[in-house]
């Protein structure tokens, strides 16, 4: 859909860094499996929301700048 497309147009126009280039940061924080990527534009910023299951059964929602590959939230649920 319309989301899709903007977020595919901001990786592509450097508004927001490509995933592969994301993941070794949230994985550098939060160990574990990748479940869901979210791209998505938030208070006028690309941010990603990724969920990661850590190896201990955790579920962790990490929030993170698409153009500055910082880690902006972390919660675990």
Known sequence: GGDQ???RDAVSSGQARP???????VRASAPGSV????????SG????KITVLSPDGRYRDVTVDAARKT???????
Do not use: H
């Open 19 to 25: 995933l592969g280039e994301v993941l070794p940061i």
């Open 5 to 7: 497309d903007a977020a």
């Open 45 to 48: 910023r690309w941010v990603y």
């Open 71 to 77: 880690i902006i939230d972390m919660r675990q649920r």
């Open 35 to 42: 479940l869901d990527v979210n791209l998505s534009k938030a």
